[in-house]
């Protein structure tokens, strides 16, 4: 069981100004931030982080909602993150998510869904790297 996740704060959630409060949430959870940056995904960094969906009739949307604004990359820790981080976020529906997840307080719909969660220890791993070198992570907090 790894202690490393990704999260990503998307772009709705960063244009309507909840990123503080999806943060205060994280860190109140117990997550420790190793990395994090604000930035804008281009095409092909979007592409080449959602790949695996590439051919799903939704890539090309997801794409477009994810490159349509900043988002904030967070590389988190702590044990169990990723079953403890998609718990804390909720289902990917806000309709269908537990009170008081992030995508319950914050998400709009199935597709801007105020976050990203790494779905396994395996891709927690990727999608970190995707985002941040060795350099960029905080060994010693």
Do not use: W
């Amino acid at each position: 069981m790894s202690k490393k996740t990704l999260a990503i704060v998307k772009p709705d959630a960063v244009i309507n100004g909840h990123s503080g409060a999806i943060l205060d949430l994280i860190i109140k959870a117990g997550f420790k931030i190793k990395g994090m940056k604000m930035i804008h995904l281009t095409k092909s960094s979007a592409e080449g982080f959602y790949v695996v969906h590439k051919k799903r009739p939704f890539f090309g949307e997801l794409v477009e909602y994810m490159t349509s604004g900043p988002c904030i990359p967070i590389a988190l820790e702590k044990e169990n993150a990723v079953d403890d981080y998609r718990k804390l976020i909720g289902a990917t529906d806000p309709a269908k998510a537990d009170e008081g997840t992030i995508r319950k307080l914050f998400a709009k719909d199935i597709q801007s869904n105020a976050v990203h969660g790494s779905d396994s220890d395996e891709n927690a791993e990727k999608e970190i790297a995707h985002f941040f070198s060795s350099d960029e992570l905080l060994n010693n907090y």
